[in-house]
């Protein structure tokens, strides 16, 4: 059985970073992508950044410049760094696995941004 387990969320101040990562368990066949995505309160979830089985990446436009997704293929995790953080990224972010098979998430890890 898959599962993905998320880390790295927190509270941090305007400006500050984090660095999330997310590890698959249970040795999920055929990944195609691995991504990240958030849902802020009252807002629906939204793609944050993707990176697929050809290191290719996308990225909000929100998060471009700020954001910088990579993956472990060998440990099957995949890592979101975010620098410059604002008020606007606040929301719960979710780990995605896509495979040939299905699509995974993570139970979400909560990133805040204050001061």
């Known amino acids: 059985q898959v599962q993905l387990v998320e880390s790295g969320g927190g509270l941090v101040q305007p400006g500050g970073s984090l660095r999330l990562s997310c590890a698959a368990s249970?040795?999920?066949?055929?990944?195609?992508?691995m991504g990240w995505y958030r849902q802020a309160p009252g807002k629906q979830r939204e793609l944050v950044a993707t990176?697929?089985?050809?290191?290719?990446?996308n990225y909000a436009d929100s998060v471009k410049g700020r954001f910088t997704i990579s993956r472990d293929n060998a440990k099957n995790t995949v890592y979101l760094q975010m620098n410059s953080l604002k008020s606007e990224d606040t929301a719960v972010y979710y780990c995605?696995?896509?495979?040939?098979?299905?699509?995974?998430w993570g139970q979400g890890t909560q990133v805040t941004v204050s001061s």
């Open positions: 990176i697929n089985s050809g290191d290719s990446t």
């Open positions: 249970g040795n999920p066949f055929g990944i195609v992508a």
């Open positions: 995605n696995v896509r495979s040939v098979l299905a699509d995974y």
